[in-house]
């Protein structure tokens, strides 16, 4: 059994306790939270588990393997800090740290302690989004032109960070698994509405090599709850609409073919000449849980040494991408270099 210590128990720290808890291969020995109301709801669901204020009791234990950090983003330097100088495996909620720096000095801390660190970019762990990345892998779309990524709600407000480091943070790590890059540079602009400072919607276009743009829309100030990509290729094209659990993935099997006309005809047949309309595949894509899935692949990283998907180096390329949606937002949406 692998003994976990989660840090925070509060809008998603639940979630975490209840998989490690309840798994086969895992057991929650510590939850921190410094509100009492909180750790009461521990001790009353789960009366085995020791509770505490502050994390110190828990990295000390030596029984502790593995600590889960579900705290707010500015927290997660010093706490993952304090773990792995503790000798513990490290899950910490995305993002790893609110600067490159932090999280480049977690990723060495972790490679010098030899520890796993894992950090909680749970669509990773979406098997449709598993399923394009073999799609894309195989070359089935052929070369991607594009990807649209909108991720919209009306909430959870969050207090800390914006829009983009909230939300399309996770769009931005599913499009660096995808491409198996970083992009190079971002246009960003933003509107905050609500918290001054922090944009409540963010409409960001990053470039990646190979000329692939990736658009995304993010918000919480939004009257529907969307999640739906569009991936463009040159051979065929693909939506995922994360909404729809049955059939989230739907294959187009359309392009512009590479017949040209040698002469300019300014007729509707001429243009349909240019473009192939064939079939639509529906794949059958099992539904799980992602949160789950993350879980699960923390503790194989532990006991199997299985490569992270989503490891701290993944988390540190979303970051720098990060700083450099908000540089240009503060620029006026002027393109920024993603510095490395």
């Not at 808890?21 to 109301?37: F, H, L, N, Y």
């Not at 509770?51 to 828990?58: L, Q, S, T």
């Not at 700083?323 to 920024?336: D, H, L, T």
Request: hydrophobic letters at 45%; glycine letters at 6%.
């Amino acid at each position: 059994m692998i003994r976990v210590a989660v840090i925070g128990a509060g809008q998603w720290g639940p979630n975490l306790i209840r998989n490690f808890a309840t798994g086969e291969r895992s057991e929650v020995a510590w939850v921190v939270d410094r509100d009492p109301a909180r750790l009461a709801q521990v001790s009353q669901r789960f009366p085995s588990i020791q509770v505490a204020p502050e994390a110190d009791p828990a990295l000390s234990d030596p029984k502790v393997d593995a600590v889960v950090i579900a705290t707010p983003s500015s927290t997660h330097h010093a706490l993952g800090r304090a773990a792995l100088a503790a000798g513990k495996h490290v899950l910490v909620e995305k993002p790893i740290a609110t600067t490159s720096a932090h999280a480049e000095e977690l990723c060495a801390l972790a490679e010098q302690k030899q520890r796993v660190l894992v950090v909680g970019h749970v669509f990773l762990h979406n098997t449709a989004v598993q399923r394009v990345k073999a799609y894309l892998n195989e070359g089935h779309l052929g070369r991607v032109h594009y990807i649209s990524m909108v991720r919209t709600n009306l909430g959870p407000i969050r207090g800390d960070v914006d829009a983009a480091w909230d939300l399309a943070a996770h769009d931005l790590s599913v499009a660096n698994h995808w491409l198996s890059a970083e992009p190079l540079s971002v246009n960003a602009v933003g509107g905050a509405w609500i918290n001054p400072g922090l944009a409540d919607a963010v409409f960001l276009t990053f470039r990646y090599p190979n000329d692939v743009l990736l658009n995304v829309h993010a918000s919480w100030l939004n009257p529907r709850k969307d999640r739906m990509v569009t991936v463009v290729g040159d051979r065929r094209m693909l939506t995922f609409d994360d909404m729809a659990s049955l059939e989230p993935l739907r294959i187009y099997d359309k392009h512009v073919t590479d017949e040209r006309r040698q002469s300019y005809v300014d007729t509707y047949a001429s243009f349909r000449n240019q473009v192939r309309e064939g079939d639509i595949l529906i794949p059958k894509v099992s539904v799980g849980e992602p949160l789950r899935a993350e879980c699960e692949h923390f503790l194989d990283c532990i006991s199997k040494g299985t490569p992270p998907i989503g490891g701290g180096r993944e988390a540190a390329a979303v970051v720098r991408a990060l700083e450099a949606v908000s540089r240009s937002m503060k620029n006026g949406g002027r393109e920024e270099a993603v510095l490395r």
